[in-house]
């Protein structure tokens, strides 16, 4: 199974990672033996699948976090088939954390024929002071509108900044 999550925002999206990591190990692996990060700027496609072939400890499925997938340049036919062999196989759970869009290449296409994307666009106007004013709520804050208004003018849509 493919998972690709997207966008510009990388706090919403990071913080959807840790989410899917988190449900993952609560479902099959508590320990977390079966959860590898793989960084596609310093190994290529081959290490990854060495990686998959190499087998799980105690799990039938296995979570890889694949990082920096833009930097990933060679071997583009090796990818493509990769990806396009994990698609809709409900093996190992490969997820795809690209910060920013998609690539408008051959293997971002393949990406984009994944079953499960998530992409997380930058927020502004409206959408951003819903999204600060539900996570005070989340916290147990109360905000007067003026203020709120306020706070995301000075913050800007930087939500690791209005987060902090």
């Known amino acids: 199974m493919i998972i690709v999550i ?5 706090f919403r999206s990071r913080e959807f990672l840790r989410q899917t990591v988190e449900n993952f190990k609560k479902k099959r692996d508590p320990e977390g ?4 990060r793989f ?10 699948k060495r990686l998959e072939g190499a087998g799980g400890l105690f799990g039938e499925k296995r979570l ?3 990082e920096r997938f833009s ?7 090796e990818i493509q088939q990769f990806i396009s062999e994990r698609n809709t196989n409900e093996g190992n759970v490969f997820c795809f954390f690209i910060e920013g869009a998609c690539p408008h290449t051959a293997l971002g296409k393949e990406l984009k024929s994944a079953v499960y994307q998530y992409a997380f666009d930058a927020l502004s106007g409206q959408d951003l002071t819903v999204w600060v004013h539900d996570r005070l709520h989340a916290l147990g804050a109360a905000i007067d509108p003026k203020a709120l208004d306020l706070f995301v003018s ?6 690791w900044v209005v987060s902090s």
């Open 64 to 66: 890889f976090i694949v």
């Open 154 to 159: 000075f913050s800007g849509n930087d939500l």
């Open 39 to 48: 960084d596609a700027g310093e190994n290529n496609i081959f290490e990854l």
């Open 33 to 36: 033996f079966n959860v590898h």
């Open 6 to 10: 997207s966008g510009g925002d990388t």
């Open 71 to 77: 930097r990933i340049a060679s071997h583009p036919s």
